[in-house]
């Protein structure tokens, strides 16, 4: 199934539908009321229409952009056509380090309100790519089962900063997008923003393959609904006809009973709230809601006593949707009177070109039921059933009430798009529910409603056997499965289920919600290392906590001493998001001079200065060569880290490299971070080229960082065109000075007093002098205070780390072990030792072989007075003294030939043997 | 009455034997480790911290073979999860760089032993990533071999877990290379905390008489006291014996660690019986001498007379040439000219029968090719170097039984 225009790879042809309306005088710019898109070469047409949820042509195919549309507008020649968006986030677009903030596994189809003010809400309308069913899940509910790829659904909104729950009112109300009124009514309830839900899962299951005879109908009729969503609605109503000409008079009774049950104020009351739902219109559509359903639940109990029989299920499916959807679906509803009481339709509404073609198509209905079963795809044969299933019902509009009628319609619309739509949405209808039923009370009386309406739609069925099938008939089985499953679920959910009873059986078994709507998949989980039981102890004295201020892991409050590299990089990164450019930087220095530490910083603190809305958002991303098995992984592992997507290290490298060099609408500057750049480096160079490459494009909005440790490496290692690319922006880290060193423990430790003056400075000098490692530096700080601990039963100690204490750590560390070896080894190894030295004079080279070295051994026993050691045992000796790499021996196949060596200086042996013996 | 306490005596034996074999097989660790006190307690606190602060470490364990570093740290895992709240608190990872011979092995490794099995691979470090999880403690036995790993890329990322605010780990590193820190990569080697336990024994002979004692002694818990009372005072009389002394004194020369004398305690220890109740000197002095024995030496004591006159052709040679190679054909002049003027008693051969005898000698590598490329170079004609110490051949021709005067006169007589 192809998904969305782009994939075919055609030109899309855009052209502005209705009339203008003079939006902005001084400016020149007109609104639209909707937009017609079409692929070239196909007549299909799809109409989008302020208030429709769009997707727009991003960098991923796969993903293209989320957004609600406001309004269109353009310019007075009407080349530009321009749209104004509220966007919608996916997970994968929000900054790799905030997508915690979620705190749980995002749904496959989730996005989230944006609510951050970096990108532009203005886009090219020609980059729309078609529209999309957006729906709101309230907080505390699941989502839907996966299954209906095309929803996506809305829980939470996101501001750059956190997840928020996101308020209902921001899905339903669109003030700022409602055009002025038009005062000729075209068809007004339609030009409303709030048409979108029409067009939802349906439309989208007819978008890609459009039936030519349906679509040449709609195509000929020249108003400009005639669009493919159009194009399936009469097809639904194509099926509708064609079941109703099978009513039979139990059918046509039961529909009666259930229109009169229908009649209740709150219904109407709906009713004229979509019919008034106009601008005017004061009251948030929350409030009007908690209104209404109160009325209705009041009239339905009154109702449902009266009667043995209650309201359609309908009108359960009615108040469980937000408003908007129930509003929005009035007017469709309304449109579908005239073919089937064209007189009543026609005196309240002014016959509108959709209703005469509706009227004009009925005349053929069994030819429409042919292209519009034609039109679903083989997979979703229930569909056919539902359908016919409900269209039974229709004939409710048959009587006068026409107000009832359309309520009944609407929700006779919404359950329709329900079933299309996966019966997950059931699901989410609760959840709606439980959200906007604004008491306890009402939740009461709603699953008192329930109970009703499953009576009354048994009855029903019962009815209608002929339509329904055997298994749909509530049984004890069918709903003892049913809740069984359910009970797993949240607590509100079971309750439902309780009070839906009869309800959830009638449903098929099979379109019961599966319950592993568990959003993470555990292909990609990450497990985690069972966490500890037992929480870590807090550090007790002042010893404990300069140990655990003195640890390398520790975050320090600031970075001393790098104040002016740390500016540069601030600089240079800042300067780059600033201007949307990109840019290329290298970082060298050994190691544990701050390379990291410093950029991290930079990044936190741009990161702050984001929050606070001084410079745009950006996304930070890092890489180690190190932590990775193949250099080629880089790519995979970048575009894991902003998308999300796990993919193989050549298609990584294709979407990069797509995604770097095309432009997008609202693209963030990404900061790359590349740690240790040295293991990147392959036969060819590619990766290196390419991570160099990218932020030379035009549209990639690019930095990229890279540290490695030598200076040169540019030189020394990459090619002429890797290294031009690179550039000459280098900044070199010195290895700390003692005076560094020195502030650097001094600032980590904060006022906490454990360590003398002049231990500090020692520790310092000796790094300093050694290799100017931060890390060696802390790493013997910490020695030295344990040292202090462990000599601190003494009772001149102070509790300070002193001299001493510090002198004991730098031996430890700094020392050779080599001449304790020697010292410890026992006295045939130091005999052997002795007659390598002595061989090794005689030969007056540094090599020897065992055999050499064994006669001098001998010798050398013989003149000890010990008893001469056999050639196993010379052997074994030599072995311990090479496993030690005390002696440096070739292959022990060799057995006697095998060459001798000292790892040492002969001094040194000759020192440690001398010190043995005195 | 006789046979029922025989049997008694039988048992005793048995439990004794078991007792001891446990201390000298390294199958029970000791209550405490001898001789490396300070060690312990360095080990001990620095992996507390680690389980209890969680506090990241890396820690370097070094001493030559036999020294007792598996040991030391197996004690203070024992002791550290004795601890309570520690007990539940740390999860173990044991490495070993025979074993794991390179990085994606010990990834797999660390994966299964954390209970990790659903993920692949280069996961585990995203995972160790929380600082809330366990403390892990990560073993790496012959911690040298891992630094061949390609990249060194685990040591890496197993350092900078442990230098950066993620899980807390300890990283144990045990090897006998003293020279470990230089083969260790320079950004790898900057991760590391650069401590190092050095386990190198300074005992004295004293103290290496006194635990031979202990390791030979029974514990209190024995339950038969009188053979306990027996055992012991046996113990101790033979440890005051003279020439018991002696036998140690070369080995305490030799080596001091403490596997080569549990070797030497265990075959003495195999002689006890039922009848033969105590350790008695000359078992000590019989298992020193097998311990002690010419490997070499035994094999010539193996070998044909032939075989045996090939070995003293190429002495001569070795002794003539001044131990530059020889080929077959040498020798077997060498061998004739011995028959033509001094042989009285061996017969003549002919020369496959002595080619097979020295493809025999070169079978037993007691000669070595010196070529690489064999193929090329007639057999007769391949260089060879004798694999052997003018000792060894004499001290094989006068233990070899019934060896001809005239070959041992010919052995012992300059330039042949």
Same mark, same amino acid.
């Given at each position: ?258 229109? !009169? ?48 029989? !209650? ?142 309406? !499953? ?340 009772? !001149? ?122 | ?416």
């Amino acid at each position: 199934m192809v998904r969305y225009f782009t994939r075919l790879r055609v030109r899309r042809i855009y052209k502005w539908g209705g009339r203008p309306y003079i939006f902005d005088r001084k400016l020149k710019s007109y609104g639209f009321e909707y937009l017609n898109m079409s692929v070239e070469g196909q007549e299909a047409v799809t109409t989008v229409t302020p208030g429709q949820y769009i997707l727009i042509e991003g960098n991923d195919d796969e993903y293209p952009f989320v957004a609600k549309l406001l309004k269109f507008f353009g310019d007075e020649s009407h080349k530009q056509k321009k749209a104004l968006v509220q966007w919608f986030l996916r997970l994968s677009e929000v900054p790799q380090n905030k997508k915690l903030l979620l705190g749980r596994s995002p749904h496959p189809q989730e996005i989230f309100y944006y609510l951050g003010r970096a990108c532009d809400n203005e886009i090219n309308a020609e980059s729309i790519l078609g529209t999309v069913h957006v729906q709101h899940v309230p907080e505390d509910t699941p989502f839907p089962e996966p299954g209906t790829k095309d929803t996506l659904y809305v829980k939470l909104s996101w501001d750059t900063k956190a997840f928020n729950v996101l308020d209902p009112v921001l899905m339903q109300d669109t003030p700022a997008s409602t055009p002025p009124k038009p005062a000729l009514p075209l068809f007004p309830p339609c030009a409303s923003p709030t048409a979108t839900p029409v067009s939802r899962g349906p439309v989208r299951r007819a978008l890609p393959t459009p039936d030519p005879t349906v679509m040449r109908r709609a195509g000929s009729v020249s108003d400009t609904r005639a669009t493919m969503s159009a194009g399936k609605r009469s097809t639904l109503e194509a099926e509708s006809i064609h079941s109703a000409s099978k009513l039979s008079a139990s059918k046509i009774l039961s529909a009666k009973r259930r229109g !009169s049950a229908a009649d209740t104020p709150g219904v109407r009351k709906k009713l004229q709230l979509s019919i008034g739902a106009s601008p005017g219109k004061k009251m948030t559509r929350a409030d009007v809601l908690c209104e209404l359903l109160d009325e209705e639940m009041e009239s339905e109990k009154v109702i449902s006593l009266k009667l043995s029989s !209650s309201v359609s299920h309908s009108l359960q499916h009615g108040c469980s949707l937000s408003p908007m959807r129930s509003v929005c679906k009035t007017p469709n509803g309304q449109r579908r009177f005239p073919w089937k009481l064209s007189s009543i339709s026609l005196d309240r509404l002014s016959p509108t070109a959709l209703g005469e073609q509706d009227f004009s198509r009925a005349t053929t209905p069994s030819r429409r039921k042919e292209s519009a079963m034609a039109i679903r795809e083989p997979a979703l044969g229930v569909l056919a059933e539902e359908d016919s299933e409900d269209s039974p019902m229709q004939p409710i509009a048959l009587t006068p009430r026409s107000k009832r009628k359309s309520a009944q319609l609407v929700s006779l619309r919404i359950r329709k798009q329900l079933n299309l739509l996966d019966n997950t949405q059931e699901l989410i209808s609760d959840g709606d529910d439980d959200c906007f039923v604004p008491s306890k009370k009402d939740l009461q009386s709603s699953s008192d409603e329930e109970k009703t309406v !499953s009576e009354e739609e048994t009855r029903g069925r019962n009815c209608k056997t002929s339509v329904r099938t055997p298994h749909k008939t509530p049984s004890k089985k069918a709903l003892q499965s049913s809740t069984d499953e359910e009970k797993s679920e949240e607590e509100t959910v079971v309750r439902k289920t309780r009070g839906r009873n009869g309800k959830t059986s009638a449903r098929t078994p099979c379109k019961t919600p599966s319950k592993k709507v568990t959003p993470s998949t555990p292909r990609h989980a990450t497990p985690s290392i069972p966490s500890r039981t037992v929480p870590a102890r807090q550090p007790g004295n002042i010893l404990d906590e300069a140990r655990a201020r003195l640890h390398v892991s520790s975050v320090p409050e600031s970075l001393p001493c790098r104040e002016q590299e740390f500016q540069d990089i601030y600089n240079f990164v800042e300067s780059k998001v600033m201007d949307g450019t990109g840019g290329c930087m290298y970082i060298s220095g050994v190691p544990g001079t701050g390379k990291t530490a410093t950029i991290h910083e930079v990044i936190r603190c741009l990161q702050h200065a984001s929050d606070m809305d001084e410079i745009p958002t950006f996304r930070f991303i890092e890489i180690n060569g190190m932590k990775m098995t193949d250099p080629h992984q880089a790519y995979v592992q970048i575009l894991q880290k902003l998308t999300d997507q796990k993919v193989t290290a050549d298609h990584a490298a294709a979407l990069l490299e797509k995604r770097f060099s095309n432009p997008a609408p609202k693209k963030e500057t990404t900061v790359l971070l590349v740690d240790e750049l040295d293991l990147l480096w392959t036969r060819k160079q590619n990766v290196m080229y390419n991570l160099f490459d990218w932020p030379t494009r035009r549209h990639a909005r690019l930095v990229v960082l890279t540290i490695a440790n030598t200076m040169d490496l540019p030189e020394r290692i990459m090619i002429n065109r890797v290294a031009s690319r690179l550039g000459l922006t280098r900044m070199s880290f010195q290895p700390y000075s003692f005076k560094q060193l020195q502030q650097i423990i001094t600032s980590r430790l904060n006022k906490v007093k454990a360590f003398e003056e002049d231990a500090l400075q020692l520790v310092s000098r000796k790094v300093a002098a050694l290799s100017g490692d931060a890390r060696r530096c802390l790493d013997i700080c910490r020695r030295a205070t344990e040292i202090c601990e462990h000599s601190a039963s003494h009772p !001149s100690s102070t509790g300070l780390v002193r001299m001493s204490h510090v002198m004991e750590a730098l031996d430890e560390m700094f020392s050779s072990s080599y001449i304790t070896a020697i010292g410890c080894a026992s006295l045939q190894e130091q005999l052997f030792l002795r007659a390598v030295i002595a061989e090794f004079r005689r030969l007056g080279l540094e090599e020897a072989t065992f055999q050499q070295v064994f006669v001098q051994h001998r010798a050398l026993s013989r003149v000890e007075g010990l008893q001469p050691i056999s050639v196993s045992e010379g052997l074994a000796v030599c072995q311990r003294l090479g496993a030690c790499r005390l002696l440096l021996l070739e292959a022990s196949r060799l057995d006697m030939l095998q060459r001798v060596r000292l790892n040492v200086s002969q001094d040194d042996v000759l020192y440690a043997l001398k010190a043995v013996r005195d | 009455m006789c046979t029922l306490s025989r049997q008694r005596k039988g048992s005793i034996h048995e439990l004794v034997q078991m007792i001891l074999r446990e201390r000298f097989c390294h199958q029970r660790l000791p209550e405490k480790p001898v001789g490396m006190e300070s060690q312990h307690k360095h080990l001990l606190e620095l992996l507390r911290r680690t389980a209890v602060h969680g506090e990241s470490n890396s820690v370097l364990i070094v001493g030559p073979r036999g020294s007792g570093k598996t040991m030391l740290l197996n004690c203070v895992l024992r002791e550290l999860l004795e601890v309570k709240d520690v007990n539940k608190n740390v999860l173990p990872v044991h490495l070993n760089g025979l074993l794991q011979t390179d990085d994606r092995i010990a990834l797999k490794e660390i994966t299964r032993q954390l209970n990790l099995e659903n993920v692949v691979g280069d996961k585990v470090f995203v995972s160790v990533k929380e600082s809330s999880s366990r403390p892990v403690l990560f073993i790496l036995d012959e911690f040298d071999l891992f630094a061949h790993h390609k990249n060194q890329t685990l040591l890496y990322n197993l350092l900078d877990v442990s230098q950066s605010a993620q899980a807390p780990v300890a990283v144990i590193g045990l090897t006998c290379r003293l020279d470990v820190l230089e083969l260790l990569e320079k950004r790898v080697k900057s991760r590391f905390s650069h401590r190092q336990i050095h386990l190198l024994s300074s005992l004295s002979f004293i103290q290496y008489l006194d635990n031979v004692r202990s390791q030979l002694s029974l514990p209190q818990d024995f339950p038969d006291t009188k053979f306990y009372d027996e055992w012991n005072d046996s113990i101790k009389t033979l440890c005051e014996d003279q020439s018991v002394v002696d036998v140690l004194q070369r080995h305490y020369n030799s080596s001091k660690d403490f596997r080569s004398l549990h070797l030497l305690l265990m075959l003495a220890l195999s002689r006890v019986s039922a009848s033969k109740p105590a350790i008695k000197p000359t078992d000590l002095l019989e298992a020193s001498r097998v311990c002690m024995v010419d490997s070499k030496a035994n094999i010539l004591h193996g070998l044909s007379i032939l075989e045996l006159c090939l070995i003293i052709a190429m002495k001569h040679l070795n002794d003539i040439y001044e131990g530059e190679p020889f080929n077959f054909q040498m020798v077997h002049n060498e061998f004739k000219k011995f028959l033509q003027r001094k042989s009285h008693s061996i017969h003549n051969f002919d020369k496959p029968v002595v080619m097979k005898a020295f493809e025999h000698l070169q079978q037993l590598e007691l000669i070595k090719s010196m070529d690489s490329s064999t193929a090329k170079i007639q057999k007769e004609y391949q260089l060879m170097k004798l694999l052997l110490d003018h000792s060894q051949i004499m001290e094989a021709l006068q233990k070899y039984p019934q060896c001809p005067t005239d070959v041992k006169q010919w052995a012992m007589s300059a330039f042949g």
